[in-house]
């Protein structure tokens, strides 16, 4: 680069310049004046950008590439992304598991012998890890864990699996085979589709198939996510959402009854297992007081899932 090329890109004015065998003025070509003003221009538009993402509502967590994680048949997709196909999904993982069902009252149940859970058994170690390889985005260190495994493939004590929750690796892996493509906000956190369900329905964002209902006012159908609030969130209410991230637990509606639903969900009780909610006579969570039905669970948003069929 010349003295006069690299005095124009500084912003310093152009000197008279004599190379060798030449004396006069040399002008900067105009190609490089026009590649400056772009480099300009979109730096500042890039400025303008994140000085834009940061009014208002945060955007919605970033969604997964598709990558080779992923079955052709579902990022193609060979079908559409469908409720039946969903059901029948997370049916087919409940079975894997051998069908569970557990109504009782959350601790109601005695300790079993921690290496004697089902998420550490020979095969199904290994399905808790496809959840996570398939369902989360790989940049993620997430998306290496098993059943029994950290991200570095060492075995993690049973007794600490409580750092290593996969209930949302569960839905998101339903979600990705079922064909929902870019269209579900796949998370290690069920509070981040919650909230961007909240978001759609508030029509603060568009794009997602989720959009959040409050559990007096729609009976949910086979497909929609029913979530309720844990620990520190477990008094978390609709009219609360959006909010940060918080602990959470989301099931997906498998079948409706006169008197309850069967939903099926991923780590209750360190496997896929079924549980009957109790529903109103017209099929709602909640009654028209807004008190949730079911003692045992604090039920507060219901997810609906926009299927193309």
Known sequence: MTRAVRRFVSGRPLAKVEPAGETGYRRAPMILRLVCTALVAAALAG????RAATRGVPPPPAVAPVDARVPDFATKPY????REDAVAIALREWRLFGSPVDDDPPGARPLADPEQKPERQPGLWQRVGEYWYVGQDPRLPEGDWTGKHDEFGRVFPADQD???PWSAAFISYVMRIAAAGDRFPY????SDYINVGRQMSLGWTSGY???AERPDAYAPGPG???CFGRLTAARLRFSDLPTGRFPSHCSIVTATGPNDLDVVGG???D???????PVTADGRLAGPDGVVLDYRYPWFVVLRVLYDR
């Not at 400025?47 to 994140?50: E, P, Q």
């Not at 998370?187 to 069920?190: E, F, I, L």
């Not at 496997?271 to 909610?277: G, K, N, R």
Request: hydrophobic letters at 40%.
């Open 47 to 50: 400025c303008a950008g994140r």
């Open 79 to 82: 079908a559409p992304f469908s």
């Open 162 to 164: 409580g750092q290593y």
């Open 187 to 190: 998370s290690p956190s069920h």
């Open 209 to 211: 198939v989720v959009w």
């Open 224 to 226: 929609d996510l029913i």
């Open 267 to 269: 780590n209750v009780d």
């Open 271 to 277: 496997a896929v297992t079924l549980t009957h909610v």
